[in-house]
């Protein structure tokens, strides 16, 4: 009977994450770039920021700039430091996501921190 208690809780922490993944896409979304994504038939991409996230206008101005130079869709890139996300358009035929993604954590803005795929949409 001691452990009844964990019944009750742990469905409302399974929907928990559920509820943090929309939560961080919703961070990092901007409807214009998602309508205007496509209509080109683009991509657009939102990640989670994983490890020790100091939010900071700096550093999210560094991760926007290694967004811009990663050869994504030209404004289209939003960071949201406080919900730990981020996303971006980007054309499917000329990049594959796996290899951009790779290129950005290897990039000095995002140095010691991972990024981990929230949604695509398509």
Do not use: N, Q, T
Request: proline fraction near 4%.
């Amino acid at each position: 009977m001691r452990w009844a208690w964990l019944l009750l809780v742990a469905p409302a922490a399974a929907l928990a994450c559920g509820v943090c993944v929309e939560d961080r896409v919703a961070a990092a979304y901007d409807h214009g770039v998602v309508v205007r994504s496509l209509e080109r038939k683009h991509e657009v991409v939102f990640l989670a920021i994983e490890g020790d996230v100091a939010a900071s206008e700096r550093l999210s101005r560094e991760i926007l700039g290694a967004l811009d130079s990663a050869g994504i869709d030209p404004g289209s890139a939003r960071v949201s430091l406080s919900s730990a996300s981020l996303s971006f358009a980007y054309d499917p035929k000329r990049r594959k996501l796996a290899p951009l993604v790779s290129a950005l954590e290897k990039s000095p803005a995002l140095k010691g921190l991972r990024l981990s795929l929230l949604r695509v949409i398509a």
